[in-house]
Nanobody
Framework: QVQLVESGGGLVQAGGSLRLSCAAS????????MAWYRQAPGNERELVAQISSGGSTVYADFVAGRFSISRDNARHTQYLEMNNLTPEDTAVYYCYVQVTVVVNVEGAKRNIERWGTGTLVTVSS
């Protein structure tokens, strides 16, 4: 099984910063892509940022240079540094990973996806 533990959400004033963390644990052969999504009330879940196993990053247009995603492969952890936050950034932020797991005694592998339970970020005006 693979578990994700998120931390770092909270209440911040507009213009402030927060750093989210998401640590993966359990039995897996490796972590492929890692990402952060968010969902505001009444909206669909949307991608915020993604980082590949090689460190390539993709950001949503609304990030506009304010956020930075990173990963520590030794700790199986990803981070989202968020700066210059606005009330429009208020949402539940979810971490996502795609990991490779061994599925049988012969060593066959497959990729699976896991989501964190979410951490609330509230930005006050």
């Amino acid at each position: 099984q693979v578990q994700l533990v998120e931390s770092g959400g909270g209440l911040v004033q507009a213009g402030g910063s927060l750093r989210l963390s998401c640590a993966a644990s359990g039995r897996f052969d490796g972590i492929n892509s890692m990402a952060w999504y968010r969902q505001a009330p009444g909206n669909e879940r949307e991608l915020v940022a993604q980082i590949s196993s090689g460190g390539s990053t993709v950001y949503a247009d609304f990030v506009a240079g304010r956020f930075s995603i990173s990963r520590d492969n030794a700790r199986h952890t990803q981070y989202l540094e968020m700066n210059n936050l606005t009330p429009e950034d208020t949402a539940v932020y979810y971490c996502y990973v795609q990991v490779t797991v061994v599925v049988n005694v012969e060593g066959a592998k497959r990729n699976i996806e896991r989501w964190g339970t979410g951490t609330l970020v509230t930005v006050s005006s």
